[in-house]
Nanobody, 125 residues
């Protein structure tokens, strides 16, 4: 069964940090570009960050640039999203997705083949 599983979400105070993980099973992430998306209640889903399969190209939404870092560990078949200096407006369900197209585009609009189930991130004091 091909699937992506996110983990690492939770409740954190403003200014805190979390690291989200996106682990693949049933396939290898080596040849896939990976995107992180989020959706807050009443808002559209937005592309937060994405990373290419080969040359390490990345994209970050302006709202997270300088605070979030995407990385991949192909040996562990996992992609990470390090989130620092979290703000209440970062509160959302975060999803990872994989595309065999391998490259990244602005706002991570590349069509994605696989999606995870999501992990809740809540930033609140």
């Amino acid at each position: 069964q091909l699937q992506l599983v996110e983990s690492g979400g939770g409740l954190v105070q403003p200014g805190g940090s979390l690291r989200l993980s996106c682990a693949a099973s049933g396939f290898t992430l080596d040849y896939y570009a990976i995107g992180w998306f989020r959706q807050a209640p009443g808002k559209e889903r937005e592309g937060v960050s994405c990373i290419s399969s080969s040359d390490g190209s990345t994209y970050y939404a302006d709202s997270v640039k300088g605070r979030f870092t995407i990385s991949r560990d192909n040996a562990k078949n996992t992609v990470y999203l390090q989130m620092n200096s979290l703000k209440p407006e970062d509160t959302a369900v975060y999803y990872c997705a994989a595309t065999s197209l391998g490259f990244v585009q602005a706002m991570c609009v590349t069509p994605y083949d696989y999606w995870g189930q999501g992990t809740q991130v809540t930033v609140s004091s």
